[in-house]
């Protein structure tokens, strides 16, 4: 019910930073809890990042903690992965994704609605 748009990927060098979007739209309440999961090729997906409904709390998995910052922008229904210090590793394509919840969950399985997925590419 929800539609997500994923935006800002691309490719840079190994210790840069990239901002990804994702913005909202469709029938929903105004706060859902929004979460960041990624899949290399040939490699199940895993969860990144992810935020509650309010903004009062943030998970990060243990490879991207101190590096990643998830944030949130109600007024325009949009949630935020900072990237820094970007790793070689961290090549994948990122998917944003939204809970019928306000609680955050870093189980996929957990999440209703996805976007289409956006490149990220780091070289070495």
């Known amino acids: 019910q929800v539609l997500l748009v994923e935006s800002g990927g691309g490719l840079v060098q190994a210790g840069g930073s990239l901002r990804l979007s994702c913005a909202a739209s469709?029938?929903?309440?105004?706060?859902?809890?929004r979460g960041w999961f990624r899949q290399a090729p040939g490699k199940e997906r895993e969860f990144v990042a992810a935020?509650?409904?309010?903004?009062?709390?943030?998970l990060y998995a243990d490879s991207v903690k101190g590096r990643f910052t998830v944030s949130r922008d109600d007024a325009k229904n949009t949630v935020y992965l900072q990237m820094n210090s970007l790793k070689p590793e961290d090549t994948a394509v990122y998917y944003c994704?939204?809970?019928?919840?306000?609680?955050?969950?870093?189980?996929?399985?957990?999440?209703?609605?996805w976007g289409q997925g956006i490149q990220v590419t780091v070289s070495s």
């Open positions: 935020i509650s409904g309010s903004g009062g709390s943030t």
């Open positions: 469709g029938r929903t309440f105004s706060r859902y809890a």
């Open positions: 994704a939204a809970r019928d919840n306000v609680a955050l969950h870093s189980n996929d399985r957990r999440y209703d609605s």
